[in-house]
């Protein structure tokens, strides 16, 4: 029989059934439902107007013991967040104009011109220079799986069929792992292409650092400061804590490469293919001190001392081409201490060992000493009119071979460099400074040094 209709109270009385319902299921499932008295029987579900026979709703049981009712509810296999959401993208970009004050030519077409193993816009044309263009893939893949990817769209190669050369293609820079062996990952073992730890300054990023490029000195280890291994790095509680305090304060850090490291490397650098069964060894440990309890001169200061070492068997590039047959020794140590600025601050490294260099009275390549370093004053200005302020000033010295390039030239290198980073906003940031730089080319067939002063500038922008 067609239903017939129903009136204005019937059909609030039957919300108000089913307003009771909802309620009697809400509770069951939170558990909240009383277990004194037996439940009554739930009314059953009225009809509704339909065209056809409705059947009825059947009635909802008395609710179960809360512990029944924990056990049945299914739970989720994992509440992990989706992909999307763990894996992040970012980057950044710097462009850098240096200008050419004042430079003493060399005497011969053998001399040596200002040049800098760092920056190939510092040359006798100059010109604007995207001097890295960073893109970085990274994220959770498990809770105890990490990956680590980055590009970079700023290097260049030569022309096949010329020397000259061709900006802007891509490069891999880093892709690596991180598998963690405790929930609070404290310990972790990392596999692929790295940074090596070797020296401070090293392990910092580019994007994090003050003045425009990295010391000879530190660098000549490791140029690329990369190599493809496997590492192990350890961070106790106490450590993190202190750093995650720098972080809050906005403080320049090298970035959590542990405060124990050591790793197992291929040797021959950065995107190189490996050229003898010799592994290159390296270790490193560093640890802050907080210096709040020397008074109040003192407070919320922190000083980090640390040192590494390397230990590795190189084959240059040869002019008169591919690979030197010959392992040279190249083992060093490297020791570093930072005062972090707040709001003034000191910073240095240095290193010393043997390492592959030409020898331009023998003409040939031998193990040499190599030994240098630099001191860095910085100063934390804060928030002027311009943006957030830190000026610093810098002065290296080396001595040594630089076997990233052919022969692996010898390197004479002093040189100042006084400049201030300001942050415009939080995602630009202008480096300005000036360099009085005394430097030997890194070409084993340029002799002497040349000089020059410089105004150099840098634009990052990240994102």
């Not at 760092?118 to 799986?145: C, E, K, P, W």
């Not at 020794?329 to 570093?336: G, M």
């Not at 400049?419 to 005394?438: F, H, N, V």
Request: aromatic share 10%; no cysteine; hydrophobic share 35%.
């Amino acid at each position: 029989m067609p239903a017939s209709a129903q009136t204005v109270q019937e059909l609030q009385r039957q919300i108000d059934e089913l307003k009771a319902q909802i309620k009697a299921l809400t509770d069951a499932q939170k558990g909240i439902a009383a277990s004194a008295a037996p439940a009554s029987p739930v009314p059953s579900a009225p009809r509704i107007a339909s065209a056809e026979t409705p059947a009825p709703m059947a009635a909802v049981p008395a609710a179960a013991p809360a512990s029944q009712r924990v056990a049945s509810i299914a739970r989720p296999p994992s509440n992990r967040a989706p992909w999307y959401e763990r894996m992040r993208l970012r980057g950044y970009t710097q462009l850098r104009y240096n200008a050419v004050l004042d430079e003493h030519e060399p005497l011969s077409a053998t001399g040596s011109r200002l040049r800098s193993v760092h920056d190939t816009s510092i040359n006798d044309d100059g010109g604007f220079l995207l001097r890295r263009v960073r893109l970085v893939l990274q994220g959770d893949i498990t809770d105890r799986l990490q990956l680590y990817f980055q590009h970079d769209f700023g290097a260049a190669v030569n022309n096949q069929s010329s020397t000259e050369r061709r900006e802007n293609f891509g490069q891999l820079r880093d892709v690596y792992v991180d598998w963690f062996l405790d929930p609070e990952r404290r310990l972790r073992l990392r596999f692929g292409q790295s940074k090596v730890p070797f020296g401070w300054e090293n392990l910092q990023s580019s994007s994090n650092r003050l003045p425009l490029d990295r010391s000879d000195a530190i660098n000549s280890g490791v140029p690329g400061e990369r190599d493809v291994g496997v590492n192990a790095y350890y961070t106790p509680d106490a450590v993190q804590a202190i750093w995650d305090r720098l972080t809050r304060n906005k403080q320049k850090l090298f970035g959590n490469y542990g405060a124990f490291g050591v790793a197992l490397y291929n040797g021959q650098g950065t995107n190189r293919t490996e050229r003898n069964g010799n592994l290159m060894k390296v270790a490193m440990a560093t640890w802050p001190f907080a210096l709040d309890g020397l008074g109040p001169l003192f407070r919320g200061q922190v000083l980090e001392v640390g040192g590494s070492a390397m230990f590795n068997r190189f084959r240059p590039e040869i002019r008169s081409g591919g690979v030197s047959p010959i392992d040279y020794r190249e083992d060093r140590v490297a020791f570093h201490a930072i005062l972090y600025p707040q709001p003034f601050g000191i910073q240095t490294e240095w290193t010393t060992g043997w390492a592959p260099q030409y020898d331009s009275d023998l003409r040939a390549i031998r193990t040499s000493r190599a030994g240098g370093g630099y001191v860095q004053l910085m100063a934390d200005a804060g928030r002027t009119p311009a943006g957030r302020m830190i000026p610093y000033a810098r002065w290296q010295r080396y001595r040594g071979g630089w076997k990233a390039n052919v022969d692996a030239p010898r390197l004479e290198t002093d040189e100042w460099e006084v400049g201030t980073e300001i942050q415009l906003i939080e995602a630009l940031e202008l480096t300005i400074a000036y360099a009085r730089m005394e430097r030997r080319e890194a070409d084993a067939r340029r002799t002497g040094r040349a000089t020059g002063d410089l105004i150099r500038t840098q634009l990052q922008f990240t994102y």
